[in-house]
């Protein structure tokens, strides 16, 4: 979105809008809502617009630019963002059809400024986020939280490196792997470890991975798997191996109770 998209953020009814975060959230304590990236290229489109009457011809091209789009594609995401704002049948808070012209935006929209400067983020800061589990399995929800502690506890002692503590906002960010650099921004950390665990009878594999929030690229990736093992001592075995491969990659060097080095496939995720 540019530049420009990070000078402000917008604000309408009980919403806010950060485009250069790509958030939009709702009521006081500032809810994320989830929605699809096509939805929030919509509402940030609209806020810019607001109070204008935009034909839908000239919506389909702005906003799949190159693309020849049904009519009835833009009438579902109309529908989709509407859901978003808390719309009902009738109610046009925020969006009006006009028939057989178009669409407006008619809410009042506030445009807050974003301070040009901002603390910068330390060279070598990182955060551990909790594990996703994509298999919603209660026994893995303990790994999913067990093992990033576990990566915590050996990072904390590092001379070199500044953990994002452990109360951190990074807690309800379980799973929520998609945008690293809002995420790294919010927490104030360059790089970021995250994770899934999997569990599949006998079967354990944990995936980890470092991230750079700057441009959001993997720096490396691991994969462990295991059969019938300790809970403790699985923790354990990942935390030293993610631990290993973060000295290496930001410190150049391992830790001083490393015995055995990671597996870490470069550029992208291990096989």
Same mark, same amino acid.
């Given at each position: 979105?540019?530049?420009?998209?990070? $000078?402000?953020?917008?604000?309408?009814?009980?919403?806010?809008?950060?485009?250069?975060?790509? %958030?939009?959230?709702?009521?006081?304590?500032?809810?994320?809502?989830?929605?699809?990236?096509?939805?929030? &290229?919509?509402?940030? *489109?609209?806020?810019?617009?607001?109070?204008?009457? /935009?034909?839908?011809?000239?919506?389909?091209?702005?906003?799949?630019?190159?693309?020849?789009?049904?009519?009835?594609?833009?009438?579902?995401? /109309?529908?989709?963002?509407?859901?978003? @704002?808390?719309?009902?049948?009738?109610?046009?808070? *925020? /969006?009006?059809?006009?028939?057989?012209?178009? *669409?407006?935006?008619?809410?009042?929209?506030?445009?807050? +400024? /974003?301070?040009?400067?901002? +603390?910068?983020?330390?060279?070598?800061?990182?955060?551990?986020?909790?594990?996703?589990?994509?298999?919603?399995?209660?026994?893995?929800?303990?790994?999913?939280?067990?093992? +990033?502690?576990?990566?915590?506890?050996?990072? #904390?002692?590092? =001379?070199?490196?500044?953990?994002?503590?452990?109360?951190?906002?990074?807690?309800?960010?379980?799973?929520?792997?998609? &945008?690293?650099?809002?995420?790294?921004? $919010?927490?104030?950390?360059? *790089?970021?470890?995250?994770?899934?665990?999997?569990?599949?009878?006998?079967?354990?594999? %944990?995936? !980890?991975?470092? %991230?750079? #929030?700057?441009?959001? =690229?993997?720096?490396? =990736?691991?994969?462990?798997?295991?059969?019938?093992?300790?809970?403790?001592? @699985?923790?354990? &075995?990942?935390?030293?191996?993610?631990?290993? !491969?973060?000295?290496? =990659?930001?410190?150049?060097? !391992?830790?001083?109770?490393?015995?055995?080095?990671?597996?870490?496939?470069?550029?992208?995720?291990?096989?």
């Amino acid at each position: 979105m540019g530049e420009a998209a990070c $000078r402000w953020v917008y604000e309408f009814g009980e919403f806010r809008l950060d485009a250069c975060r790509r %958030v939009l959230s709702v009521g006081a304590d500032g809810a994320r809502i989830q929605v699809a990236p096509k939805v929030f &290229d919509a509402a940030f *489109y609209f806020v810019q617009r607001a109070g204008e009457l /935009i034909p839908k011809e000239r919506m389909l091209a702005d906003l799949w630019p190159g693309v020849v789009v049904e009519e009835n594609s833009l009438t579902q995401l /109309i529908s989709e963002l509407r859901h978003a @704002f808390g719309e009902t049948r009738g109610d046009n808070r *925020y /969006i009006v059809t006009v028939p057989r012209r178009g *669409y407006q935006f008619v809410a009042e929209v506030k445009r807050v +400024p /974003i301070a040009p400067t901002s +603390p910068p983020v330390p060279d070598r800061s990182i955060a551990v986020l909790p594990f996703g589990n994509p298999g919603h399995a209660t026994e893995d929800d303990l790994l999913a939280t067990g093992i +990033p502690e576990s990566i915590r506890h050996r990072l #904390a002692g590092l =001379s070199g490196l500044r953990l994002v503590a452990h109360e951190s906002p990074s807690l309800p960010l379980r799973g929520q792997h998609g &945008d690293a650099r809002a995420i790294g921004h $919010r927490l104030g950390a360059r *790089y970021l470890v995250q994770g899934t665990v999997q569990h599949l009878g006998s079967h354990l594999r %944990v995936t !980890a991975q470092l %991230v750079d #929030a700057i441009d959001g =690229s993997h720096l490396w =990736s691991l994969r462990v798997d295991r059969t019938t093992v300790d809970v403790f001592v @699985f923790e354990d &075995d990942v935390a030293q191996q993610v631990a290993c !491969a973060v000295c290496r =990659s930001l410190l150049g060097t !391992a830790p001083v109770d490393a015995t055995e080095p990671p597996v870490v496939a470069q550029g992208g995720l291990s096989a």
